[in-house]
Nanobody, 114 residues
């Protein structure tokens, strides 16, 4: 089981900045891809920014040059630095993760005599 927890949202003035965080917790999984989506009232959920496990990023055209997505693989955490915020950025921001479960076998003993 994987849990995602977003934080960092709030109220800011136009032109201000916010930094969102998303921490993934659980055990026996690896993350292939993480992203930020947002949904404004009366609108469809849309992709804001995404990042692969090796660091390749993609952004919605409306946020290019203003937002930056980054990752900390050791902590299974991604961030979204949002600068030069506009009223049209108002929305609920959601964290997304595509993960693969990791499995271990029971093991088998190998003994080498001399």
């Amino acid at each position: 089981q994987v849990q995602l927890l977003e934080s960092g949202g709030g109220l800011v003035q136009a032109g201000g900045s916010l930094r969102l965080s998303c921490a993934a917790s659980g055990s026996m999984f690896s993350i292939n891809y993480m992203a930020w989506y947002r949904q404004a009232p009366g609108k469809q959920r849309e992709l804001v920014a995404g990042i692969t496990s090796h660091g390749t990023t993609n952004y919605a055209g409306s946020v290019k040059g203003r937002f930056t997505i980054s990752r900390d693989n050791a902590r299974n955490t991604i961030y979204l630095q949002m600068n030069s915020l506009k009223p049209e950025d108002t929305a609920v921001y959601y964290c997304f993760a595509q993960v693969a479960l990791v499995y271990w076998g029971q093991g088998t003993q190998v003994t080498v005599s001399s």
